[in-house]
């Protein structure tokens, strides 16, 4: 039923795709956008047969493929999915259409204004190619070089498209952004490299490899690591464990490595900007449940508390400087840096519940923050502006704008009824049976996030229209269809998260078995009683 390459095809296509907008004659690019959505639809088709065709009580690694690729490092080209892989490669095949949608005006080439669409879907298209083997990868050398690689595309995608400006301020201030995203990301995957390096020297030293060398085989060096067959100290595995996890914190990213992500996701096109947190830095958090939890399951141990504690600090963090932003975009930048620290809680959990909402919170991030930041880069769009001041009485001039806009933050917020509570809930109550203060602190979120988009939703979209805003313009067909299965999805999975789960229930139990993980017994005191012969309790 497998045999058909459907995972190669899952990332050939958008590659081809690419390749094929950019040798278009002058004359024809014009059909870049159709010929990008198009081919970004068959990716989605592709992600739904792969899907379809899982079986959740199957075998951990489906679709799996394998074949030599440098014999000589034991690196092999292989790809599998598990229930974990295989939401998120649906995540990413499902956004990519609505980007392209999304922006098909966000062609022009800074400085020069000029319309370069075949430019801009094409580096669309691979950043979704390279996300998507980075999902798939079951070879840690093929991992690590998509890891990197796709930073190239997006570095292009931030700092070369945006709105034309004669302001060089803003123009210097988007490079800047951008050159921040790509050192702090190459730095992170610099220190990954160290690290992969020495994993695979373990490996070569024990012999692991077919030919009786080193390899980077993801599922014989979980075998070894697991077994004990490494052969390493635990200070040797915790510093390569960092090295991992350093890379991985970089790109989700973890207070305080975070620094990055406001300056790139307000210089990028809003959908450029949705590519980078709802996909590319979806890669990050990953990582961490993937190879950090499985590859090194006694140092995972070691560093979860501290780890916790980072993301804590990151949930709390960004909800508090939310609530103080003026621009807009920038304030829902930092409610994704919040939202990823509870995806990161709820995988140093390293329970059931928390590995769970982990990965589905993933997948809710994702549309609720694309969601969110595309509707708002509509609006912005229109009036030319991100600083919140400038709005108000928005829905009175434009109703299905404003009103789409405030279930995407009710969604943000968590509200019960919409997908991210499900995930939200389960990560705080698998945090709770490991480290119950980490979780009472992490729940200040919810009233933070609650202040934050209300309180956004007010200055923005109530109260009487300021000067400026009488002619805005309600949301277009090509927004409505953009936004529209988004909101669906919200909606469908808060009321009915149970398909996806079922998928990803499977995967975490059988990381958590393999690391020798087990959900915490409930500690509940009870009262002992002294029972009388004639069923009396003495006093």
């Not at 449940?289 to 070691?302: K, N």
Request: proline share 5%; with cysteine; aromatic share 10%.
């Amino acid at each position: 039923m497998n045999s058909f390459p459907w995972l190669t095809t899952l990332w050939v296509l958008p590659m081809a795709g690419a390749a094929l907008v950019l040798i278009l004659p002058g004359a024809w690019r014009t059909a870049a956008r159709s010929i990008g959505l198009l081919v970004a639809v068959a990716t989605l088709a592709a992600g739904i047969v792969v899907a379809v065709r899982f079986e959740p009580g199957g075998a951990q690694f489906q679709f799996v493929e394998s074949h030599r690729w440098i014999p000589a490092f034991g690196a092999g080209y292989t790809l599998g999915v598990d229930g974990i892989a295989l939401v998120l490669v649906l995540l990413t095949a499902a956004l990519v259409p609505l980007l392209i949608l999304a922006g098909w005006k966000d062609d022009r080439e800074v400085g020069t204004g000029r319309r370069v669409a075949h430019i801009y879907v094409a580096l669309t298209l691979i950043v979704e190619s390279m996300v998507l083997i980075s999902f798939t990868s079951l070879d840690i050398l093929l991992f690590y070089v998509f890891f990197e690689v796709m930073l190239i595309p997006m570095y292009f995608l931030i700092g070369g498209f945006g709105p034309r400006t004669d302001d060089a301020a803003q123009r210097q201030q988007r490079s800047r952004a951008a050159v921040k995203f790509l050192l702090y990301n190459l730095f992170g995957g610099l220190i990954m490299l160290a690290a992969v390096i020495g994993l695979y020297v373990l490996t070569a030293r024990e012999r692991l490899g077919a030919d009786g060398g080193g390899t980077f085989d993801f599922r014989a060096v979980v075998a070894a690591a697991n077994s004990g067959e490494l052969g390493a100290g635990p200070a040797v595995l915790n510093a390569i464990f960092l090295g991992f996890m350093f890379a991985f914190a970089v790109k989700a990213p973890l207070w305080p490595l975070h620094t990055w992500l406001p300056g790139a996701a307000v210089s990028a096109t809003p959908a450029s900007a949705v590519l980078m947190m709802a996909v590319v830095d979806k890669v990050g958090t990953f990582g961490m449940l993937r190879y950090c939890l499985l590859l090194f399951p006694s140092a995972s141990t070691t560093y979860a508390p501290l780890i916790s504690t980072l993301a804590v600090i990151g949930i709390v963090y960004g909800a508090l400087l939310a609530i103080g932003q003026t621009d807009v975009m920038r304030l829902i930048a930092y409610t994704s840096i919040s939202h990823f620290g509870f995806i990161i809680l709820g995988i140093f959990a390293m329970t059931n519940q928390g590995g769970a909402g982990a990965t589905l919170y993933m997948v809710n991030h994702g549309i609720s923050t694309a969601a969110l930041f595309l509707i708002a880069g509509f609006l912005v769009s229109r009036r030319g502006t991100r600083v919140i001041a400038e709005f108000g009485g928005v829905q009175k001039v434009a109703p299905v704008l404003a009103g789409t806009f405030l279930v995407a933050g009710l969604a943000t917020l968590s509200l019960p009824g919409l997908a991210p509570f499900v995930s939200e809930f389960l990560v705080l109550a698998g945090t709770f049976t490991r480290y119950p203060v980490a979780a009472v602190c992490a729940t200040s979120a919810l009233v933070l996030a609650a202040l934050y988009v209300l309180w956004l939703y007010q200055r923005m979209m109530t109260g009487p229209v300021k000067q400026g805003n009488e002619s805005l313009r309600d949301l277009l067909p090509r927004e409505l269809v953009v936004v529209a299965p988004l909101l669906v999805a919200l909606l469908l999975l808060g009321a009915y998260p149970k398909p996806v789960l079922d998928r990803i229930n499977p995967a975490v139990a059988s990381t958590l078995t393999t690391i020798g993980k087990h959900d915490p017994a409930p500690d509940v005191p009870q009262q002992e009683a002294a029972v009388a012969p004639h069923g009396g309790a003495h006093k």
